[in-house]
């Protein structure tokens, strides 16, 4: 009998426009690491809350055909009966943390499946330590960074134990190191202990390998499944975005080869790339720190900390989860006032958070963008004309009359960008753009990071991604408990470093994918030649 099956499985959330799964049919085996892969809202998420059971009886809507888990028909099972056949890991971690305190947030699941009280605490002191959240215990959750939540969240259903594991997007939020530790114990579960597992996962480098099989989604239905190969093959003609960045720089150079990993990739090689020093523009200021200590909570995020965010550049901001970098972009965007230290400001900042979600507030996407133009009392002409500009420059013309809450998320991020960048910041604060984001999005988001820096905006971008990074940022400031360790250094820092490192870099000393696909059609011809 198959862990999770889905029998010609079609969906529609209320009010709908289309299906979110359409006629789907796919089996998982017991003991199968299936990575489920696909652009946004293309319905990885909604097939993972299917086989919780939360489509349909917590979100509504219409579902038509079976969906069975562990044995149990979702239609005639609650997801609270289902929580002892599979366990879900949701994208947003706030959405699934109830208690107030950590080690309470971690046990509340066994306590909700009847767990023998004496085994509860040492279940959850396990879990904690399983992700690497053991400093996290006496903490409130409301007091947690997003990538701090993400592990607790983590640890709530490891601690559970159940047969069948779903995790949506559980590296969003976590820095590098972090999310290499995480998968590593997602595929040790799934190996050691007989796990079966299913993950939707956008940074694909770590896992894409390792998976027993890959699953592409397109608008609702299974597109392609099969092995990691088949499918590097099948994507690498479809979508080569899909695919992890040095499986993309081999396709970029046009080598035959489709290497997974960076083991492969260096074997494939034969050779040690030698790293190259790239550096960026070295603009005027915008925003300058100057000796900056700054509170979050009872804690001092930021201390004695010096860093500039340059005009016409993009600045990456990186760091592992809890390091301050948050708290310096509020900082900078003026938000949060410093304790001890200066703020020096070039002109106006703008900032948009993790969730462009609490950004929007108005009826429609123009009324949304001409806010700020209201609150700065421009004249009526004027306003209608830069907010059609702001539209048609961040492709949103088309969709100016809908509600922000109805665009899919791409269109969200790009609105709530655009609602500050209609008001012409000197500075522009990003904090994890490209959280959720599928990599065809990345690439559209680079590109209008890219004009935005041309234009002269100095942009800062908080993000864990090192891959992103090397392809859209010119500059590197890196944190870590809240002091600063480099600012404004070269790109080449993510082809160089042990933790800034994109996976490119690793495998080429090239941070950038466009500077590896040169150097490796180079290497290419050379070995041709000889």
Known sequence: MAALSFQDVSYSYPGGARAALDRLTLDVEPGELVLLLGESGCGKSTLLRAALGLVPHFHGGRLAGRVIVGGLDTREHRPGELARAAGLVFQDPEAQLVAEGVVSEVAFGLESLATEPGRIEARAEEALMAVGATGLADRSTGSLSGGEQQRVAIASVLAMGQPLLLLDEPTSQLDPVAAEELLAL??????????????????????????????????????????????????????????????????????????????????????????????????????????????????????????????????????????GKTTLALVAAGLLEPRKGRVHTYGRSGYVSQNPAHHLLRETVAEEVAHALELARTPAAERRRRVSDELERFGLASVAGRHPHDLSSGERQRLAIASVTVGRPAALLLDEPTRGMDGLRKLALADLLRSLAADGTAVGLVTHDADFAAEACDLVTTIARGRVLADAAPRSVLSEGAFFVSQVGLATGRARTSEAAAWLRITAGERLHA
Do not use: C, Y
């Open 186 to 323: 997602v595929t040790r579960i799934n190996r050691d202990r007989g796990v079966t597992t299913v993950l939707a996962e956008h940074r694909t480098g770590r896992l894409f390998g390792e998976a027993d099989r890959v699953v592409v989604m397109d608008a609702g239905r299974v597109s392609f499944s099969g092995t990691p190969p088949e499918a590097a093959r099948r994507l690498a003609l479809d979508a080569p975005w899909l695919l992890p960045p040095v499986t993309q720089a081999f396709i970029a150079s046009g080598r035959p080869e489709l290497p997974l990993t960076v083991r492969e990739a260096k074997r494939l090689l034969g050779t040690r790339a030698e790293s190259q020093a790239v550096a960026g523009p070295a603009g005027d200021a915008a925003v300058r720190l100057e000796r900056v200590w700054a509170r979050r909570g009872q804690v001092d995020a930021l201390r004695d900390v010096t860093a500039t965010l340059a005009a016409g550049a993009i600045t990456a901001v990186m760091g592992e989860n809890g390091a």
